[in-house]
């Protein structure tokens, strides 16, 4: 997309140009330390738009797809570790830089110790109560390598020997020892240099440290793109823990591209589903594009391959209105692009490939080249509109403030001194006025804030409302459909594991809950959040055009003063005002994640409560027998067991409720405030600026109209630069605006305002 570089390297230029001009009038000292600022500040402003921080594409699709192998042949390396592991969920982000090198992120020693805390807790049968683990004590880790023994060959709650929280448990043991050092000194940051990039593979390949990275971030050029991006291999979506689903969102979020990764030897699963409808509730499908991974050995011909995408393209129309699907061989690509470097073993499989299967890594190659470009050109496109939406406006704005700025101090140079001193006066007061006008104009914006606050707040009380809100009736369908397995029946039929029993089956129930949590409800949260920020979208949009009303009163009081003296300012209409967009940082909280740090890290108690309760009915059932004979089956009746279990039930359930409250709470002050008062200052600061721009202060003139005539000649001819220049300028960003519009930002910005992105 050749406009978006020539539309970058047209605003740099006059960037650099505005600069020397505002740098010539400031050593001339006749520019308020106001105006300056208000010029600068733009002018950065514009470019930190040229050179902002990479635009983040997640890549995301079930375990084992081969979005590893996919990024490191975008790349061109074989940097990230293939194959992830089950209980590892951090995110590995690769940036677009020409210096490269690594860092790891190590967990705190608490979150360690609560990720610790949690997965005993977890374990298929209750661990003996400890008032406090730590990984630092040899014995703790000793008892914890029993435990995790234990949980290994224990069957209770149908346990297998690969539970992810034993898993978890021996990998935080086996693992301290290499670690210790960094936690015991603070050193929560590892850097590798460009000679040792690789060794950060090492240690995020050994999953004994892998549980202990927070995140990683690799730094090193991508041929194919010159703009800064950030591709990010995210945790598995049919990972068994759902609270790697969790933090997964947590990045979409943040995302303004997704490459969705679909493998050609599985097809599309249920878990796809699951994820692509995430997807759907962060409204993000305009900008996915979908790759279906080849695995070359399990198609007999380019035919078949063709048909399975047929396929794929078909399942994937029942939830994306025209999904974008490119197939090719990563694993092919990045051999490819490694060449003598390549692992000789993949290597041989892609020689062999060129010869039985020609026609399929032919198709693979092309593809692999038409989805880079496509990518490409989206990343382009997305920097082409924030250009377009903030960068040259802003520009154009600047352009025309300081060329009105050296009219007008031209014209006034001209004048005597006494006609200056009393214009001086004169303005003063319609700037004056002008800035009260815009108090006025901020504290009617403020007001908005305030009827906001109540319509979204009604809004909510009927999402959030823990009578018959949607987000409470399906958590206690959830709770209160859920059963018992039926495998459980002989478990509890064992007077010696019935507490065991008891336990596990919490594990799982709890397990399941985190799970729908994440899966179902967090969804319909943000299909909620994102309705709200349409709301909001359109609101700013509204006010922004009706206040630009009242503006242009006071502004238009303002000319007539210059008109006097035959001056001008800039133009300004209500459609000059920039979108509002929401912040990045400000995004919907995750309710499984705070449901599992505020009720459910606690659930450990309900079962002992549950347990308990359990053990009083089993007495009281003792005292009834008075030595009697029975059989156990009559001592643990059915009945019994249910009581036990709606006992937990109804524990849970108050808790999700009382969570749902405090989580309505920080939903209303976290994000959807912090969105309102955002927008607010948003409105605020674009109505201010144009203030600032347009308002002269001619006191420092006064000193260099009383100057010698040479220095204020030389003053007036750098003036007249300065309006040529400006003038042009002013134009030229307007006629390229127009032009850049048609040709490529059209589409685009309908999407904006749509909502699909977050702002940079």
């Not at 991974?293 to 391959?305: A, E, F, K």
């Not at 109540?454 to 399906?474: C, I, K, Q, T, Y």
């Not at 994640?593 to 053990?615: C, H, M, N, P, W």
Request: hydrophobic fraction near 40%.
């Amino acid at each position: 997309m050749n406009e978006y570089l020539h539309l970058k390297r047209q605003i740099s230029t006059r960037i650099e140009v505005l600069r020397d001009i505002v740098d010539t009038l400031r050593r001339w000292d006749i520019v308020d330390e106001q105006t300056l600022g208000v010029w600068q500040g733009q002018l950065e402003a514009v470019r930190d738009v040229c050179e902002q921080s990479a635009l983040r594409i997640a890549v995301v699709g079930p375990v084992k797809s081969g979005k590893s192998t996919l990024i490191n042949a975008l790349i061109g390396r074989d940097l990230l570790k293939r194959g992830a592991g089950i209980i590892t969920s951090f995110v590995t982000r690769v940036i677009n830089n020409e210096f490269p090198h690594a860092r790891i992120e190590i967990k705190s020693f608490d979150e360690i110790t609560s990720e610790l805390k949690r997965a005993i807790s977890m374990l298929p049968f209750p661990v003996e109560r400890k008032s406090s683990w730590d990984l630092r004590s040899p014995s703790d880790r000793e008892t914890i390598r029993e435990i995790v023994g234990s949980a290994i060959r224990d069957k209770s709650g149908g346990s297998s020997p690969l539970n992810p929280n034993a898993l978890l448990l021996l990998s935080l043991v086996e693992g301290f020892e290499n670690v210790e050092s960094y936690l015991r000194e603070g050193q929560f940051i590892l850097k590798f240099g460009p000679e040792e990039l690789d060794g950060h593979h090492k240690f995020v390949s050994n999953e004994s440290l892998a549980v202990y990275v927070k995140n990683t971030e690799i730094h090193c050029p991508i041929g194919w793109i010159e703009e800064p991006i950030e591709l990010a291999d995210c945790q598995g979506s049919d990972s068994p823990n759902p609270l790697h689903l969790a933090r997964l969102q947590e990045y979409l979020l943040r995302s303004h591209f997704v490459v969705y990764v679909v493998s050609s030897r599985m097809g599309l699963r249920e878990a796809d589903f699951k994820l692509l409808d995430l997807l759907r509730a962060l409204q993000v499908f305009p900008h996915t594009l979908f790759v279906l991974n080849v695995d070359v050995d399990v198609h007999t011909d380019l035919g078949d391959l063709r048909e399975l995408e047929r396929r794929v393209v078909d399942e994937l129309k029942w939830m994306v209105e025209s999904p974008v699907v490119y197939s090719f061989s990563a694993l092919a690509e990045l051999t490819r692009v490694l060449g003598m470097e390549a692992d000789e073993k993949e290597a041989r499989k892609l020689r062999l490939w060129d010869e039985v299967h020609s026609d399929i890594v032919r198709f693979s190659k092309e593809q692999f080249s038409d989805f880079k470009e496509h990518l490409r050109s989206k990343i382009l496109q997305e920097k082409a509109y924030l250009l377009l939406s903030s960068g040259l406006g802003r520009l154009r704005m600047t352009a025309s403030s300081v060329h009105d700025f050296a009219v007008t101090q031209k014209k006034l140079l001209h004048s005597n001194l006494e006609e200056l001193k009393r214009m001086d006066l004169d303005m003063k007061r319609r700037r004056d006025a002008l800035m009260t006008t815009l108090s006025s104009l901020e504290n009617t914006v403020s007001g908005l804030r305030d009827t906001l606050r109540e319509e979204l707040d009604r809004a909510m009380h009927v999402f959030f409302n823990v009578s018959s809100g949607p987000v409470v009736r399906e958590i206690l369908g959830m709770i209160d459909s859920y059963r018992i397995a039926p495998s459980y029946e002989e478990k509890f039929s064992d007077p010696r594991r019935v507490a065991a029993a008891l336990h596990a089956f919490y594990a799982e129930f709890r397990q399941a809950i985190v799970k729908f949590l994440t899966e179902t409800v967090n969804l319909r949260i943000l299909d909620f959040a994102k309705q709200q920020e349409g709301v909001l979208r359109d609101r700013f949009d509204q006010s922004a055009r009706a206040f630009a009303t009242l503006f242009m009163v006071a502004l238009n009081d303002y000319r007539k003063t210059l008109e006097q003296v035959e001056l001008s300012l800039q133009s300004f209409e209500a459609g000059d005002i920039a979108p509002w967009s929401p912040p990045s940082d400000v995004v919907p909280p995750s309710f499984s994640t705070f449901a599992e740090d505020q009720v459910l890290s606690r659930g450990v108690l309900l079962i002992k409560y549950g347990i308990g309760r359990i053990g009083r009915i089993f007495r009281r059932f003792i005292d009834k027998l008075s030595g009697r004979r029975r059989s156990w089956e009559i001592f643990v009746s059915r009945d019994n067991l249910d009581e036990a279990v709606e006992l937990v039930k109804r524990e849970l359930r108050e808790e999700l409720l009382y969570a749902v409250r405090d989580y309505r709470q920080n939903f209303k002050f976290q994000y959807l405030y912090r969105l309102i008062d955002d927008g607010i200052a948003h409105i605020i600061r674009e109505f201010r600026v144009r203030a600032e721009l347009i308002a002269t202060d001619l006191e420092k003139l006064l000193d260099v109209a009383q100057s010698e005539g040479g220095i204020k000649q030389e003053l007036l001819e750098d003036l007249e630069k300065a309006v040529q220049v400006c003038s042009a300028m002013a134009d030229e960003l307007e006629d390229l605006r127009c032009a850049m519009q048609i040709r490529s930002c059209s589409g685009n910005e309908a999407n904006h305002q749509a909502g699909c992105l977050p702002e940079v």
